[in-house]
């Protein structure tokens, strides 16, 4: 069985904390954008697709995961859109035509040869795509702010409050 323990304890736990509390409202705050893709970029190593010769299945996945991110990150409704459309609305969202956007826009190109023009990529493409992915998530990331109370210092090393 593939299961996670952590999973299975934290679903124990919630049906504990409904039968004691029926009426108590559960929040679960989700993982963020970057987290689900980078753990469903790792399943997706470990299903081995291309290795199975399920290369299109491989590139399909890999756009699935990388458009989820851009829904979810970007607030862009990426599942529905061409790629020429989706690149088009993370312009008009104020993403800039930089290197991660010329990163993404190789990924999703050759993902729709593979998958509608019957392109036959090498093994070293294989990789290429999953770490340019991968690179893709790691550059794009909403950088999260931890809060703290420990007071900063500014650049002369003096608190400030």
Do not use: C, M
């Amino acid at each position: 069985l593939d299961f996670d323990i952590s999973d299975t304890v934290t679903e124990k736990f919630l049906k504990k904390l409904k039968r004691s509390d029926p009426e108590a409202e559960i929040d679960i705050i989700p993982d963020p954008a970057h987290i689900i893709a980078f753990r469903e970029l790792e399943i997706l190593r470990e299903e081995k697709l291309w290795q199975n010769n399920e290369v299109k299945l491989y590139y399909t996945r890999v756009t699935e995961i990388l458009r989820q991110y851009l829904e979810t990150r970007f607030r862009l409704s990426s599942l529905e859109l061409t790629t020429r459309e989706t690149l088009d609305a993370l312009v008009k969202s104020g993403f800039k035509k930089d290197g991660s956007y010329t990163q993404l826009n190789n990924i999703l190109t050759s993902a729709d040869l593979v998958k509608f023009a019957k392109y036959t990529p090498i093994p070293e493409e294989h990789e290429s795509i999953f770490q340019a992915s991968w690179n893709f998530v790691q550059v794009t990331k909403e950088e999260l702010a931890i809060e703290t109370d420990a007071p900063s210092k500014n650049n002369a090393g003096e608190e400030k409050r």
